[in-house]
């Protein structure tokens, strides 16, 4: 028995499973939960790219401040490759994500019906999840090279406008699907 709990508790509370993350050698990540570190970074990085990118937006509809809008936008670009690069590497040296979620084969801790469960949340997760890179690298590319510098609105307004709504969406669709991902293969 643990200083948190109490007779007859077998379940962890939140604040146990915190101590035994960060003070369990080789500890998995720092959410808490059975997972990777970079998975916990990811997951991070997906909750709060949203407020940022609501924040930049704000500034470019409202504010009218282009090129800060521009700045930040470029800057969470960069962030979420390094975060992205980093997060396959880990994961191809784990050997795959079924190693991560079920960390001892002798004693595997989601089969048959969960861990379908997880494959198809990661299968939706994945339509978004390679869809995003694409659209943001083209929308961020033709706003590089077509808006001036410091950049206002122009002849290019119309077209950027619609891909980086559909990049946008793109991105909070990876965001929640990647949660949902987490959440059926690490928190219930
Ligand atoms: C992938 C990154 C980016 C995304 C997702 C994005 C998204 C958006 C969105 C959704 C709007 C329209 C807001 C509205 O409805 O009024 C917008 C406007 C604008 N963005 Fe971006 N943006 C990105 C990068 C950039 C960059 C790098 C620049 C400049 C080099 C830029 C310059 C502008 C400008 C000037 C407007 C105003 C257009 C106008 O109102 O006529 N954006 N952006």
Partial sequence: MTAFSRPGDCRETPV???????????????????????????VSALVLVVPVIIYSLYLVKIRKNFALHAAIQTTLSVVLLIVVVAFEVDMRMHGGWQNIVNKNPDAPRLVGEALAQVRTMLLVHLVFAVSTPLIWTTTLVLAWRRFANPPQPGSHSRLHKTLGWISTIDLVLTSVTGLAFYYVAFMR
């Fill in 16 to 42: 146990q499973r915190m101590v035994k993350t960060y003070t369990t050698p080789m500890s998995n990540g720092f959410l808490g939960y059975d997972s990777s570190l970079m998975l916990d970074v990811v």
